[in-house]
């Protein structure tokens, strides 16, 4: 690459960085890049962490030694996330989303690959300091909100499916029992997908009892695998304590009524705060 | 927001940018934004612009006049590409992805976010001058590619599910023929996923006859709407013309050979660079 102007250093920089979250760089790989020095390149670095923090976009980590590098770690500040799940309250409390049996339209919401990105965002602003190997989620409307976490957090994705598919090779299957109605079901994950002792992070859409979540848990038993943390757009505050089969979690909102009569929907912003 | 020096005004704009491809900003807008005359923010954005043309990242689109502004439009070089797509063919070579049936297993590629980005940089790139309205996919395999292309194009995600579900409302549903075991399939659209006439690019995983495709075509007839385009990752090169249910699409990468005896893979880049 042609020796560059800090000018044209900073936006190649910068773009350099937001691409690979997580990631630690050493410094010679710019200066050789750019063909600058390494003081230069620690001076524009610096610029660069203190637009990311004021800005609420994340941090630039620094590691010094020959091991050392930059590394950027996205994170959301509070006052972002809640603007963007108070916007997500509103849209959600639109009373022509109810759907009959008291279900929640969410598709447009969830099609729009801008807050799309911003829900994983948040996800990968909670659990970025965990020890993850790997996002899973079960098909079908969690896959888009994993695919986000797991580029935030630079991690791959693993896709659990309700039927075993001749392109997944073999595969371990389990019955689990849904929370909310006790109807059983099947979930099945390659063989192929996960390494022994990955500790993963659940993610999904929705969760009522938990009986979905509880079954990927008892999945990744059978890989011997562990859950390294839960988070779910939606939460139903609508669940008995007893009734629910799973605690740990983390939710960015939650839905306190829906009632098709006068067709009204509560939601509030899910434990994400509390945390 | 505090007034803020070249150096990081380079820093935000760059980053303000690559958040919103395809979106016109306002001069205006970054001119408030950073307490700077429009003369400044224009030499800003002619470095800017000049970085993204040369690291093959894409065009800075500047429209003069009131209504004018600056578009970011991303755009892969064909250098950058064929280092991807190639990449994919050597990986996909890997004689351990034969499955029983001549199957390629490939769960893992697209378990990767970051490939996944890039699939979706290059059908933003085939596709980014069209008028499309929505990128649409039928589950599973596909759905990460088209949440990465419509990321890229600013434009929203419509899924396709195999079965009605209760929380799609009101659906569409047709049976469609799969072109190379003319198995019968049903697909299903809720209603309210697609306005009426919407301009439409179809995106998959993975294309053989074309079945699935054509199907989706029928179900876009259903909604008024029309293909404006068709972008697969792969396709098979070992299908008969007269067997093709669909012709006129993208792929980057051709699968010529499956052989479970010798567990021989052939793969080829596709006809992206045709196009």
Redesign the interface.
């Given at each position: 690459m042609?020796k560059?102007k800090?000018?044209?250093r900073?936006?190649?920089l910068?773009?350099f960085l937001?691409a690979r979250p997580h990631s630690l760089i050493p410094l010679t790989t710019f200066a050789e890049r750019y063909g600058a020095a390494k003081s230069s390149i620690s001076e524009d670095l610096a610029?660069?962490k203190?637009?990311?923090e004021?800005?609420g976009?994340g941090e630039l980590q620094t590691l010094a030694g020959a091991a050392g590098g930059v590394k950027y770690i996205p994170r959301v500040s509070n006052e972002r996330a809640l603007g963007i799940i108070n916007d997500l309250c509103v849209k959600l409390e639109e009373p022509g989303r109810i759907?009959?049996?008291g279900?929640?339209?969410?598709?447009?919401l969830l099609?729009?690959?801008?807050l799309?990105?911003e829900i994983g965002d948040i996800f990968a602003t909670i659990f970025g300091g965990q020890n993850i190997d790997v996002v899973m989620t079960v098909?079908?409307?969690g896959?888009?909100i994993a695919?986000?976490t797991?580029?935030k957090l630079?991690?791959?994705?693993?896709?659990v499916?309700r039927d075993h598919q001749?392109?997944?090779?073999s595969a371990v299957s389990i019955n689990y029992v849904s929370g909310s109605n006790k109807s059983l079901h099947t979930m099945t994950l390659?063989r192929?997908?996960m390494k022994e002792k990955s500790r993963v992070l659940i993610v999904d859409d929705f969760m009522k009892a938990g009986g979905t979540v509880r079954g990927m848990i008892d999945l990744l038993a059978e890989f011997d695998a562990e859950v390294a943390g839960v988070g779910v757009l939606l939460d139903s505050g609508t669940v008995d304590s007893e009734e629910r089969l799973f605690e740990d979690y983390v939710s960015l909102v939650t839905l306190e009524t829906v009632d098709p009569k006068s067709r009204a929907i509560g939601v509030k912003p899910g434990n994400y705060f509390e945390k």
């Amino acid at each position: 690459m042609k020796k560059l102007k800090r000018s044209a250093r900073l936006v190649e920089l910068t773009q350099f960085l937001l691409a690979r979250p997580h990631s630690l760089i050493p410094l010679t790989t710019f200066a050789e890049r750019y063909g600058a020095a390494k003081s230069s390149i620690s001076e524009d670095l610096a610029i660069i962490k203190e637009v990311f923090e004021e800005e609420g976009m994340g941090e630039l980590q620094t590691l010094a030694g020959a091991a050392g590098g930059v590394k950027y770690i996205p994170r959301v500040s509070n006052e972002r996330a809640l603007g963007i799940i108070n916007d997500l309250c509103v849209k959600l409390e639109e009373p022509g989303r109810i759907l009959p049996g008291g279900y929640l339209y969410m598709s447009d919401l969830l099609g729009k690959p801008h807050l799309v990105n911003e829900i994983g965002d948040i996800f990968a602003t909670i659990f970025g300091g965990q020890n993850i190997d790997v996002v899973m989620t079960v098909e079908t409307k969690g896959i888009p909100i994993a695919y986000a976490t797991g580029a935030k957090l630079n991690l791959p994705v693993v896709l659990v499916r309700r039927d075993h598919q001749v392109t997944e090779g073999s595969a371990v299957s389990i019955n689990y029992v849904s929370g909310s109605n006790k109807s059983l079901h099947t979930m099945t994950l390659s063989r192929r997908a996960m390494k022994e002792k990955s500790r993963v992070l659940i993610v999904d859409d929705f969760m009522k009892a938990g009986g979905t979540v509880r079954g990927m848990i008892d999945l990744l038993a059978e890989f011997d695998a562990e859950v390294a943390g839960v988070g779910v757009l939606l939460d139903s505050g609508t669940v008995d304590s007893e009734e629910r089969l799973f605690e740990d979690y983390v939710s960015l909102v939650t839905l306190e009524t829906v009632d098709p009569k006068s067709r009204a929907i509560g939601v509030k912003p899910g434990n994400y705060f509390e945390k």
